[in-house]
T-cell receptor
Framework: KAGVTQTPRYLIKTRGQQVTLSCSPI?????VSWYQQTPGQGLQFLFE???????NKGNFPGRFSGRQFSNSRSEMNVSTLELGDSALYLC?????????????FGPGTRLTVL | TQLLEQSPQFLSIQEGENLTVYCNSS?????LQWYRQEPGEGPVLLVT?????EVKKLKRLTFQFGDARKDSSLHITAAQPGDTGLYLC???????????FGRGTSLIVHP
């Protein structure tokens, strides 16, 4: 089974621009979660999607948004980029998002905002 | 939000040494998970500890869940360079709970 894939792996943007990141979950997984990882704050939860619906959301501003498609692939969008948005963005998939499921993480997209 | 504190933050050791890293909280957890994240990769689940006082062994790695289910430790025996990575603890994600990870312990094992 192929693992979680994320594209692109690296991205450089400038302040004020917007960016879209993509995540393809493991086949059969319907839950996709997004996380932001920075040296200062660690791994922080952004949101979780299940069956095309946002089911859970972390404490991030509205500039961070996401969506999930019928094939469970997910995208996240960050508008009006700020320097502080530079981070590793990870997505994780699981079968149903239950606490008994195992989350499988992708390799991440490294976003640098200049 | 359930805060998890991990210590030490950084650890640099020689191959063959033993080490222990800790994950502490003031909250009680039904279970805790340990992940290892290697450079350039996402975290990979190592183990889930469920019962207070539980000890789980994964080759040279020994995980323990505190009796009160507020803390956990990871002990590595005879560390190898392949153990290098960021070790994270977290309660399992799921339901309406907001997933919370500790800041992690960054381990470097020198050959």
């Amino acid at each position: 089974k192929a693992g979680v894939t994320q594209t692109p792996r690296y991205l450089i943007k400038t302040r004020g621009q917007q960016v879209t990141l993509s995540c393809s979950p493991i086949s059969g997984h319907r839950s996709v979660s997004w996380y932001q990882q920075t040296p200062g704050q660690g791994l922080q939860f952004l949101f979780e999607y299940f069956s095309e619906t946002q089911r859970n959301k972390g404490n991030f501003p509205g500039r961070f948004s996401g969506r999930q498609f019928s094939n469970s692939r997910s995208e996240m969008n960050v508008s009006t980029l700020e320097l502080g948005d530079s981070a590793l963005y990870l997505c994780a998939s699981s079968t149903s998002g239950s606490s008994t499921d195992t989350q499988y993480f992708g390799p991440g997209t490294r976003l640098t905002v200049l | 939000t359930q805060l998890l504190e991990q210590s030490p933050q950084f650890l640099s050791i020689q191959e063959g040494e033993n080490l222990t890293v800790y994950c502490n909280s003031s909250s009680v957890f039904s279970s805790l998970q340990w992940y290892r994240q290697e450079p350039g990769e996402g975290p990979v689940l190592l183990v889930t500890v469920v019962t207070g006082g539980e000890v789980k062994k994964l080759k040279r790695l020994t995980f323990q869940f505190g009796d009160a289910r507020k803390d956990s430790s990871l002990h590595i025996t005879a560390a190898q360079p392949g153990d290098t990575g960021l070790y994270l603890c977290a309660p399992p994600a799921g339901g309406s709970y907001i997933p919370t990870f500790g800041r992690g312990t960054s381990l470097i094992v020198h050959p």
